[in-house]
């Protein structure tokens, strides 16, 4: 079984920061992509950012300047540092990783539970 669990969300006044973590456990043989998607009441989930085993960065762009994802392999987990926060901002963000469990075994993708930004005066 692989879980991921993500933590760091909160309230935090326009213009503020915070850094979300997302951390993968159980059965992992390697991950490849990890990626940070959120949804807003009434609107479809959308990637943000993502990043590759190698290091490899892609951002949406209503993030870039803004936000930088980063990974710890030997932790099998990654990182969202956001700054410059606005109510746009608003969401629930959830992780996503490519993972195989075995060598045999091809990737699959694993979602944590998701954790609630709040960009508010």
């Known amino acids: 079984q692989v879980q991921l669990v993500e933590s760091g969300g909160g309230l935090v006044q326009p213009g503020g920061s915070l850094r979300l973590s997302c951390a993968a456990s159980?059965?992992?043989?390697?991950?490849?992509?990890m990626d940070w998607y959120r949804q807003a009441p009434g609107k479809q989930r959308e990637l943000v950012a993502g990043?590759?085993?190698?290091?490899?960065?892609n951002y949406a762009d209503f993030v870039k300047g803004r936000f930088t994802i980063s990974r710890d392999n030997a932790k099998n987990t990654v990182y969202l540092q956001m700054n410059s926060l606005e109510p746009e901002d608003t969401a629930v963000y959830y992780c996503?990783?490519?993972?195989?469990?075995?060598?045999?075994?091809?990737?699959?993708?694993?979602w944590g539970q998701g954790t609630q930004v709040t960009a508010s005066s």
């Open positions: 159980g059965s992992i043989f390697s991950i490849s992509a």
């Open positions: 996503n990783a490519a993972i195989k469990t075995s060598s045999l075994r091809l990737p699959r993708a694993y």
């Open positions: 990043i590759t085993s190698g290091g490899t960065t």
